[in-house]
């Protein structure tokens, strides 16, 4: 299959173009610059092309074979929320979408699937419901309206098939949260956040890549898809698991006060949460290689 993908040299991107160039895609990854791109894809995967973004702008006609689309651009939201910053998040994603899709109109290009990158935020905060992908939606906070207006935006792709998967917090090494959510642990300061009880959806970066290749080459699953693993754990729960995997202590607690001064809004990620089910992929056949939170840890720290 002929793949274009964007956000592919970040840290989603590069463990998705080395599963699909063992699978044996091939295709393109958009960059910002092609002064500043590299001629091959990263890990060594030959059989992907970077290309700028400006080069396409240029000439657009290669992307006419191209037969998916992979959406992962977006500014990390892994930031404090200033006014800008909430301004890059959002528009970050608004225009990579109107761009890819101008581009691809040009190109003439009629893809059969667009992979659309989303997040489990769509369906605001709760200690106590669990939501599907039949759950509804909200926008009463800043991650969900941007959710909203994302998932808007991917209607400009071109695409017979449009697969919106609502991302958890991934986890994986060299990158995304994982790292700074280990940090108390590896200075023995380890506890719950908070609570403790707020709940974590997230996914196993193996098992997320595993899934973007499904949504690709399963023709039965459009609209919007959990990326998360069965099996959600409250943040009491990950603690005592990554403590467990680190061979650290688990007992300091983070009140909930400091972090509100220290992260302004963006705290809502760690003493809030949700508990979402990936009920579209599990019907789809789909199975988790890690859906419990202590063996996706022990695999990832080991």
Request: without cysteine; aromatic residues 6%.
């Amino acid at each position: 299959m002929k793949i274009v993908i964007t956000g592919g040299t970040g840290f989603i991107g590069r463990a998705l173009v080395e599963r699909l160039s063992r699978a044996g895609h091939s295709g393109w990854i958009v960059s910002r610059s092609s002064a500043k791109a590299p001629g091959t894809a990263p890990n060594g995967a030959g059989s992907f092309r970077v290309v700028g973004w400006d080069r396409l702008e240029e000439d657009p006609s290669e992307l006419a074979g191209v037969e998916a689309i992979v959406n992962l651009a977006g500014e990390p939201i892994s930031q404090r929320w200033t006014n800008s910053a909430k301004k890059r998040i959002r528009e970050s994603r608004i225009e990579t979408a109107a761009k890819l899709g101008a581009l691809l109109e040009r190109a003439k290009a009629d893809p059969q699937v667009l992979v659309q990158a989303s997040g489990v935020n769509a369906y605001g905060f709760s200690e106590s419901a669990s939501f599907t992908e039949d759950s509804p939606t909200t926008d009463s906070d800043f991650l969900s309206s941007v959710v909203r207006d994302w998932e808007q935006a991917a209607k400009r792709i071109p695409a017979r098939r449009r697969a919106l998967l609502r991302f958890g917090i991934v986890l994986g090494n060299g990158g995304g949260a994982l790292p700074s959510m280990l940090l108390p642990f590896r200075a023995m300061a380890g506890g719950p956040v908070g609570s403790g009880r707020q709940w974590m959806s997230w996914i196993h970066l193996q098992d997320l890549t595993r899934l973007i290749v499904h949504a690709l080459e399963n023709d039965s699953l459009s609209g919007p898809i959990n990326a998360v693993s069965p099996e959600p754990a409250r943040n009491e729960q990950f603690g005592r698991a990554a403590a467990r995997a680190l061979g650290r202590p688990y007992w300091l607690v983070a009140p909930s006060l400091p972090l509100k001064l220290a992260l302004g809004e963006m705290s809502e990620l760690l003493l809030k949460g949700q508990r979402v089910l990936p009920e579209k992929a599990l019907q789809s056949g789909f199975r988790f290689d890690f859906p419990e939170i202590q063996p996706a840890l022990d695999d990832l720290l080991r």
